[in-house]
């Protein structure tokens, strides 16, 4: 059974498209996160949804919109797609913003190139 | 702001010859240091979480250890499904939920 699972694992697509992604855990975790990794393998958090609210909003551009539709999802949506956005976008969860520390489980990554 | 660095960039070993990664970090408030392994294509697989000055940790060939500078990530006697790419990142702070500020990671290549 995957525990973090996204989609779609690719996607290519046009600049100035819209597009999302979607997360889905399955290991009862409250608090959700959407990370970018540049061409660099650099990780760097976007956004966090602890029980289907945002908690963290990075200096993201307002292009990208997450949705979390309860606490087992959460999706990406980016509007007016540029070249800057191709890199692969991963989410994460965790038990619970409640806990001090709390471990992140990854899910595999979308690769998203921007053409 | 929360700064991680790695070192070395890239790594190369021989099967067997031991070595360690280094982490070095400056936060206001460490929460806890974790170490994930990243293989190509695919998202972080957490190995540890270190949360004081002292503290070590064990799995495998693997040994984390923990300064109130620097974490240290030794390998024993590594094999070629080692070769990964080591991230460490940090948790810190009073507020700001939990994100993880992440370095930018050692890629280690074991031969045989």
């Known amino acids: 059974d995957t525990a973090v699972s996204q989609t779609p694992k690719y996607l290519v697509t046009q600049m100035g498209n819209d597009k999302s992604i979607k997360c889905e855990q399955n290991?009862?975790?409250?608090?959700m996160y959407w990370y970018k990794q540049d061409s660099k393998k650099f990780l760097k958090i976007m956004f966090s949804?602890?029980?289907?609210?945002?908690?963290i909003n990075e200096t993201v551009p307002n292009r990208f919109s997450p949705k979390s539709p309860d606490k087992a999802h959460l999706n990406l949506h980016i509007n007016s797609l540029e070249l800057g956005d191709s890199a692969v976008y991963f989410c994460?969860?965790?038990?619970?913003?409640?806990?001090?520390?709390?471990?992140?489980?990854f899910g595999p990554g979308t690769r998203l190139t921007v053409l | 702001e929360d700064q991680v660095t790695q070192s070395p960039e890239a790594l190369r070993l021989q099967e067997g010859e031991s070595s360690s990664l280094n982490c070095s970090y400056t936060?206001?408030?460490?929460?806890?240091l974790f170490w994930y392994r990243q293989d190509p294509g695919k998202g972080p697989e957490f190995l540890f979480t270190?949360?004081?000055a002292g503290e070590e940790k064990e799995k495998e060939r693997l040994k984390a250890t923990l300064t109130k500078k620097e974490s240290f990530l030794h390998i024993t006697a590594p094999k070629p499904e080692d070769s990964a790419t080591y991230l460490c990142?940090?948790?810190?702070?009073?507020?700001?939920?939990?994100?993880?500020?992440f370095g930018t990671g050692t890629q280690l290549k074991v031969e045989l």
């Open positions: 270190l949360y004081s």
């Open positions: 290991l009862g975790h409250d608090t």
């Open positions: 949804y602890n029980n289907k609210e945002l908690i």
């Open positions: 994460a969860s965790s038990l619970g913003e409640r806990l001090y520390t709390d471990t992140q489980y």
């Open positions: 936060v206001s408030g460490l929460r806890g």
């Open positions: 990142a940090v948790q810190a702070g009073a507020g700001g939920g939990n994100k993880l500020t």
